[in-house]
């Protein structure tokens, strides 16, 4: 256990900080003490004033994790890490040999809907998870597939606790560029069952398997996105949908909806987790493996977009089945 | 304003009512139906005899145990078939080939060959075709009515939650694990008291063959797409019945279009404890324009009391019966205008080959083309 406060800078978070100092009041062990629009700049001006490096926009800054390894600096860096499984790679190594900390920045965990979910699911109360059902709805935007897919795919293999058994995956073409819609079915796999110490199985899964459709689409209007996440397991059910909390605004003619947001607590609860993580010397909660699992998710989702066929599991690779 | 005149009404064949009476009870529920006569085959088991014994008696009208003798000394235009779904078809063909309009049952048939004999059998003797569906609940009505007004633009995407919030006996796992595996048939059969015996008949059927025909329906209407590939999962993830029966009661879709289209379905007998009502249905449409979240279930009003039953959904619907009616009016309709009904046999039979294909998907582990 390291006793002195963990001295963190942000990176890449643009010139909004008043957010950031929220968080950091909130911190235990840990403060926040600078904050740069780039890796070099924050190295150039505050080099020896922190510990570890908030990297925020990671697909903006492609050698920021490099950089912050080379300084010494413990990397907590936001989802998706990077475009593919072999950058994501080359920044753990990086990590690794210089010996210092690396954590995922993996918002979706941490919100209280995510959370309350988990917690239920790993207290027993939903019994083993079969069906998971998750829609995420946008406005146009152009983000690599990993930026999008990222998040659930992670979360789905921590409420399975196994990576997926057969990928399967549609998309909607809008442009050359990016699809503006993607369906993912996912199967899981049987056996395992969670450690009694947390994190993925070893054998991987739950008795009776289970299965997940996502979609998401940036074809909504500019405006509020929609998300919805269901579970269903084999003796309850949780469902975190924004269709269930939206409040009526009345200005005449048909009402409009308001949505209750989920505030941001999650910001801090995820980087507390990493705090906690580097005083205490053990892996963070979203770590390697779970960074390298989620990408070879994501190659397989952009091998079964190519093709139009299931891509299974084979020991380690995603083979066509 | 033209009202019914008596003789518009059309004389209504029950044949056979071994599951769900609220197919006929629904068609009764329009003024131009008259439930006129109840009929099945003389070589059926007592069990099923007793049941429509029973719907006669209760309606007040006989029950012959000859549908042919039935159809020719009573006056009646229109078969209500609600039969084990082995022989949905087969009663079907012989009501069209009788010159009698049909409302069926769903599932369509647990075999293609038949679904064809149907959609040949109405097409041949010039009746009309409707299987009983959900399409004209409000909120689909309404879903339909935004789509229709361009305010998503054409959609590019549907899906479908069709859970129900429903037991079917023990859970999976909770028997003795030498205790014989338990009988489809005496178990749907006992089932029948709840309603939730869609699939009795001989052949074990699981969630998605027996219910699939639901949510396939709304994407049928609204996207007015066939579906030509799917890929599927399925499970027994809930309940020892279909464990034993290997049938599913979980399962997960996705669908192709023929036009490009793409869809889903995430369906499922789930557990009375898993929902305060009868389960979540919903439809989630996806247009270049907008998008449409819709809840089946409302309107709908919340009931709580002090030693409510469990099995009392907490959340009641409000307009099941808007269902029957409107779904018994646009069938009166398309006779009387020699129009498509709102589920015709070719429809369902395209339906009925989207679930089979998905069932195979779920065995085979791949892709598989609807024929």
């Known amino acids: 256990m390291c006793d002195s406060l963990i001295r963190l800078a942000v990176v890449g978070s643009g010139s909004d900080v008043t957010n950031w100092k929220d968080v950091s009041a909130r911190l235990r062990g840990g403060h926040i003490v600078a904050f740069g629009d780039s890796m070099e700049v924050t190295l150039e001006r505050h080099q020896d004033e922190f510990d570890a490096v908030i990297i925020d926009n990671p697909l903006n800054d492609d050698h920021a994790a490099h950089r912050a390894a080379e300084a010494n600096k413990h990397v907590f860096i936001r989802s998706p890490v990077a475009e593919n499984l072999l950058t994501a790679e080359a920044i753990i190594d990086a990590c690794r040999e210089a010996g210092i900390s690396f954590g995922v920045a993996q918002t979706l965990r941490y919100q209280p809907s995510s959370q309350t979910i988990l917690d239920r699911l790993l207290a027993g109360k939903l019994g083993d998870p079969g069906l998971l059902r998750v829609h995420r709805w946008r406005s146009p935007r152009n983000e690599p597939l990993a930026e999008w897919l990222f998040p659930d795919l992670e979360f789905a293999t921590r409420l399975f606790g196994a990576k997926p058994t057969e990928v399967f995956a549609l998309a909607r073409q809008d442009d050359d560029a990016m699809p503006g819609y993607v369906q993912l079915h996912l199967g899981y796999p049987a056996g395992g069952g969670y450690p009694a110490g947390g994190g993925y199985p070893a054998g991987g899964g739950y008795p009776a398997g289970g299965m997940a459709i996502m979609d998401f689409s940036a074809s909504l209007p500019s405006g509020e996105g929609y998300d919805s996440l269901s579970l269903i397991g084999s003796s309850g059910a949780a469902y975190a949908d924004d269709h269930r909390n939206t409040h009526l605004l009345y200005g005449g003619g048909n009402p409009s909806t308001l949505i209750s947001g989920e505030g941001n607590g999650h910001v801090w609860r995820e980087i507390q987790s990493f705090i906690d993580a580097v005083r205490e010397n053990k892996p963070s909660p979203v770590g390697e493996a779970e960074c390298r699992t989620t990408h070879q998710v994501i190659g397989a989702v952009a091998q079964s977009l190519e093709t139009g066929r299931v891509f299974s599991d084979q020991g380690g690779s995603y083979e066509p089945a | 304003m033209n009202l019914p005149e008596p003789h518009d009404r059309f004389g209504v064949l029950v044949l056979s009512v071994v599951k769900h009476d ?40 006989a029950y012959v145990r ?93 899906h479908v939650d069709f859970y129900f919030a429903k037991d079917a006996g023990p859970p999976k796992g909770s028997r003795d694990p030498g205790a014989p595996p338990m009988d489809w048939l005496e178990t749907l059969k006992a089932a029948h008291i709840t309603g939730a ?67 889903s379905l995430a369906l499922g007998r789930i557990g009375a404890a898993s929902h305060p009502d009868i389960g979540e249905i919903k439809l989630h449409i996806l247009g270049p324009k907008g998008a449409l979240v ?49 589920l015709d046999a070719p429809t369902s039979r395209a339906i009925a080959a989207t679930v089979l294909a998905a069932l195979e998907s779920s065995r085979t582990g791949k892709v598989v083309d609807v024929p």
Not at chain 2, 232 to 238: E, G, K, L, S
Request: overall charge negative.
């Open chain 2, 66 to 158: 000859d549908v042919s003798k039935a159809i020719a000394e009573h006056d009646v235009q229109v078969a209500v078939v609600s039969s084990e779904a082995e022989r949905h078809c087969a009663l079907s063909v012989q009501a069209a080939e009788a010159g009698l309009h049909i409302i069926q049952d769903k599932p369509m048939s647990t075999s293609l060959t038949e679904c064809d004999r149907v959609v040949e059998a109405v097409a041949q003797n010039k009746v009309k075709f409707l299987m009983w569906n959900r399409n004209l609940f409000p909120a689909v009505v309404q879903a339909r009515e935004v789509i229709a007004r361009g305010e998503v633009g054409d959609p590019y995407a549907f």
């Open chain 2, 294 to 342: 819709i809840s089946e279930a409302r309107p709908e009003v919340g009931i709580y009391y002090r030693d409510q039953p469990a099995e009392e959904f907490k959340n009641q619907r409000l307009l099941d019966s808007e269902n029957d009616y409107l779904l018994a009016d646009s069938f009166a309709r398309a006779i009387d205008t020699n129009s498509h009904t709102i």
């Open chain 2, 197 to 263: 015996d869609g699939g009795v008949g001989k052949e074990p059927m699981g969630e998605l063959g027996v219910e699939g025909c639901y949510p396939l329906a709304y994407i049928a209407m609204l996207s007015g797409a066939k579906v030509c590939r799917v890929f599927a999962r399925t499970t027994a993830h809930f309940h020892q019945l279909y464990v034993d029966n290997g049938v599913e009661d979980l399962a997960t879709v996705s669908l192709e279009f023929e036009n490009g289209v793409v869809g």
């Open chain 2, 22 to 61: 609220y197919v006929a009870r629904g068609v009764a529920t329009h003024p131009r139906f008259k439930l006129t006569v109840v009929a099945d085959e003389a070589d059926q088991p007592d069990w099923i005899h007793q049941r429509n014994q029973q719907f006669a008696d209760e309606h007040g009208i």
